[in-house]
């Protein structure tokens, strides 16, 4: 069965603290993976895509691992600020052609950045 | 640009009322669109997808239905509402872009049946 775990549920640091956020997933044929942030009451807004030969990718202040052979992912925030303060959702893509349910979500990180 | 409409933002319904949310998305042609449901703590939900015009996948079987009616318009209805469709509901697209399919989301309907 194809499933996406985050942990921790959820995280409180302090404002200007780094944090990681892990993902463990078991989707196959594997062909990407995707993390998203989720503002409350919000849609996700897509933060990184890394396919499998890509290891690490930054954005800004985000930067997403992938280790394909241990089926692991983490999300690193360096030097939080209050805006973090959201859903982290990990989001596999399964490599097939159709567009059907391609997507597997994992429960998301929710993280809280306190001054 | 290419952006997503989806409204309203929230809803509160009384049970066995009709429901309709409209999601339009601008900037693109023939999108894959999406509906999901979204539980608190929980991934989201693949509800229908429609790969074109008058196209509709259901992933789950539920109370609900959805149609495309124009090529960037996705409409998800219920003819009677069930308390337990309450829920945070997406709208999103996809399109490929080189050998990536690029999903974009809407800002969600927050769906209150009581």
């Known amino acids: 069965k194809n499933q996406v775990e985050q942990s921790p549920q959820s995280l409180i640091i302090l404002e200007g603290k780094n944090c990681t956020l892990q993902?463990?997933?078991?989707?196959?044929?594997?062909?990407?993976l995707r993390w998203y942030k989720q503002d409350t009451g919000r849609g996700p807004v897509s933060l990184t895509i890394?396919?499998?030969?890509?290891n690490t990718k930054s954005n800004g202040r985000y930067t997403a691992t992938l280790d394909a052979d241990t089926k692991q992912s983490s999300l690193h925030i360096t030097a939080s600020q209050l805006s973090d303060s959201a859903s982290y959702i990990c989001?596999?893509?399964?490599?097939?052609?159709?567009?059907?349910?391609?997507?597997?979500f994992g429960g998301g990180t929710r993280l809280m950045v306190k001054p | 640009s290419q952006t997503i409409h989806q409204w309203p933002a929230t809803l509160v319904q009384p049970v066995g009322s009709p429901l309709s949310l409209e999601c339009t998305v601008e900037?693109?042609?023939?999108?894959?669109l999406y509906w999901y449901r979204q539980a608190a703590g929980r991934g989201l939900q693949l509800l229908f997808y429609?790969?074109?015009?008058?196209?509709i996948s259901s992933e789950v079987p539920q109370n609900l239905s959805a149609s495309r009616p124009q090529d960037r318009q996705f409409i998800l209805s219920s003819k009677k509402l069930l308390l337990s469709d309450s829920g945070f509901y997406l709208c999103?697209?996809?399109?490929?872009?080189?050998?990536?399919?690029?999903?974009?989301f809407g800002s969600g309907t927050r769906l209150t049946v009581v």
């Open positions: 999103a697209w996809s399109v490929r872009t080189g050998w990536i399919y690029g999903y974009t």
């Open positions: 890394m396919t499998f030969s890509e």
């Open positions: 989001v596999v893509r399964i490599g097939r052609k159709n567009a059907g349910n391609m997507l597997t």
């Open positions: 900037g693109t042609s023939n999108p894959n």
């Open positions: 429609s790969v074109g015009i008058g196209q």
């Open positions: 993902c463990n997933y078991t989707v196959s044929p594997f062909s990407n």
